[in-house]
């Protein structure tokens, strides 16, 4: 259903990449890093497990998110303004991490060792989730037929619902994490029996337990039952992605459909439905809440699936120069499942593992030889794609912001796809 | 079951008897409930039916007890509108039972995987490692379950109180874990937090419960109390229990609290008396000396009886929450009531 779905998109991805051409030449008009350099552009050293990829990646250097800070308000009919999106939400960005922090610190001191964790993965690093959901909440400003006075209170006040959905987003992330941590290296556990590392897993499990609880009690606040429900079935997924993860029957593992599946439930589905919670919490319409889903689902698998590709690559466009750290823990992603179409004998290097560095090498060969890759790739630029679509499909609007927000959005969908780490 | 007049007979029944039926209901629903997609996590259910369905029938014990007793009544009969009004209402408080017996649950597992530090030192297979990281998963599994139900109840009061009730499992056992050694000495850090972590669910379900019957504030409050109290008195006579044990004589527990360098009640009861206790305390039980030494002391107080005294007033204290319900004709409501006191009654005088 993918292929033919994406064969009628190839066009608009041509179409895509003469716009990106055009958006580029703009861009270097208003900003000094334009997407494509390869530059060192990390926003924060602890990009690691993002979306639980184990690379670094690049979002924007931070200079740039002061430089573009000023804003243009000019009539946007005749210039396409190439805004960082990051920097259209920065100081609300800002402030959620500072709200997170103070949160964890203040209230269980003895959790900060856990949370400095928490700090470094979960507030600095990612800026995309909320990112992505402040931008949203924009893009859906529902506007009020006529102007009421002190109307700015009720926006005020919808903004701040839907912040708290970006925090709840990120604890939500966060804990997953931590969870996922927990035992996650059986390696570093042979051997080691300190109290410490004791400790370091209970505090882990704790740490997860504690951003839980509290994003809980803010979903209660919100007194909204479908919110409510969207991100506990968001929690619910990221466990069952985890234990698919965990306990693949080889025959699963050789699954493109199960490995979708669990890359949906473990990277997709807390952006998606937080999307649509934003929705949801801004009185759109369900159609407008589906393009909001639509939005986050396809974004979360371009970029997973990117990260598949990227763990092989690296910075590099070729083989094996990446941290191979997927099939090194023996786990099969996109690539290797599309070069198994075209070389059946790669099953039964799988079926065998990655123990052996042999086999690390015999599949990295085959993968070479394979449309792996490109196939991945092209897969991943279907879905931004989508997902740009989705945002093309929300109803119109004349309100700059909201138009601004929405470019945002669809920038963001070219950024997952080109970027090199 | 006899329908005389109660003023001459006081019945006395067995409450669990009470709600048997709903409560394999439960039972049953929960199991569903908690099938996963994905095998593995089921078998980590598994442990959940063990413990969590067999033996822990206490907590929906209690809230469907609750729900009777609190049964709202429509000043004139409506036809056609009581029974199915009433099955609704009844069949959302048995999911708020579900709801709470889902958390205690997946607190269990997560504190399984904190506390047994003992079993976890030199076994290091991969099933070890799987049962502990699909236990942190399972437990996850539940709460989210338990989050989607509480949301269907739809009313944002009884959502709050049951995620705080949440946090204060997370906050009680972070207090366990990473207490002073100043705190580990104060009946006051203590109780707090006994209260988070034994207390504060069973009484926010209490009052959940209340609210869904669109009870008044009051009455709601009254439910909590008897929640809190009841909490707080099985807690202390369980502190007492783990030195007891089925004897009336000490050390004769399973003293699993003071090897894990927990310190309860009676033993801060004991303190008060020696203060001498307070060193042997700072230097930790690793030492089977210090805990025979401990022990010693214990006996020379009157640690368990002063424990066993405390418990006594908080089950006093549920009793009174429930006397001070507004009164009621109804036979049901009465019979509800009644099994709800003689808990409180069994929780102290019970022997394991």
New interface residues.
């Given amino acids: 259903m993918m292929l033919s779905r994406g064969l009628l998109r190839i066009s608009r991805i041509t179409r895509t990449s003469n716009v990106l051409g055009c958006r580029s030449l703009l861009s270097h008009r208003l900003d000094p890093f334009p997407i494509s350099d390869d530059s060192s552009n990390s926003l924060g050293d602890s990009a690691q497990k993002v979306f639980g990829c184990r690379e670094h990646y690049s979002w924007s250097n931070p200079a740039r998110l002061g430089f573009t800070h000023q804003i243009h308000h000019q009539s946007t009919s005749l210039v396409e303004e190439q805004l960082d999106p990051f920097s259209l939400v920065a100081d609300e960005l800002s402030l959620l991490a500072n709200k997170l922090r103070e949160m964890v610190v203040a209230?269980?001191p003895?959790?900060a060792s856990a949370a400095e964790y928490f700090f470094k993965i979960g507030v600095e690093g990612k800026r995309f989730r909320p990112t992505v959901l402040l931008l949203m909440a924009t893009a859906l400003n529902v506007h009020l037929p006529e102007p009421i006075p002190n109307v700015g209170p009720v926006a005020t006040e919808l903004r701040a619902r839907q912040q708290r959905i970006a925090e709840i987003t990120e604890m939500i992330h966060v804990a997953?994490l931590l969870?996922d941590d927990?035992?996650?290296d059986?390696d570093t556990?042979?051997?080691i029996?300190s109290?410490n590392f004791?400790m370091g897993?209970?505090v882990s499990?704790?740490a997860?337990?504690?951003l839980?609880?509290?994003a809980?009690?803010a979903?209660?606040?919100l007194?909204n039952?479908?919110v409510?429900?969207l991100?506990?079935?968001?929690?619910?997924h990221?466990?069952?992605g985890?234990?698919?993860q965990?306990?693949t029957t080889t025959e699963q593992r050789c699954s493109m459909e199960y490995y979708m599946q669990k890359t949906y439930y473990k990277t997709a589905s807390l952006i998606s439905n937080s999307c649509k919670a934003v929705a949801l919490l801004a009185g759109q319409t369900a159609e407008v809440a589906t393009l909001a889903f639509e939005y986050g689902r396809n974004l979360g698998l371009a970029f997973q699936l990117i990260d598949d590709v990227l763990d092989f690559t690296g910075t590099s466009a070729s083989l094996g120069k990446g941290s191979l750290s997927d099939i090194r823990h023996g786990i099969v992603t996109a690539p290797i499942l599309f070069a198994m179409e075209e070389f059946p004998q790669l099953r039964a290097i799988i079926d065998q593992g990655f123990e052996d560095p042999k086999n690390v090498n015999l599949a990295l060969e085959y993968l070479g030889k394979s449309r792996g890759i490109q196939r991945t790739r092209e897969l991943a630029a279907q879905h931004a794609n989508l997902a740009a679509e989705a945002i093309d499909s929300l109803p119109e609007t004349d309100d700059e912001d909201v138009r601004r927000s929405r470019r945002a959005l669809i920038d963001i969908t070219h950024r997952v796809i080109t970027r090199n780490k």
Avoid: I, P, Q
């Fill in positions: 209230e269980v003895k959790l997953s969870h927990v035992l996650d059986a556990r042979r051997g029996k109290l004791v897993n209970k499990v704790l997860g337990d504690f839980l609880s509290r809980c009690v979903l209660a606040s007194r039952t479908e409510v429900s991100l506990a079935t968001v929690v619910e990221l466990v069952t985890e234990t698919m965990m306990t």
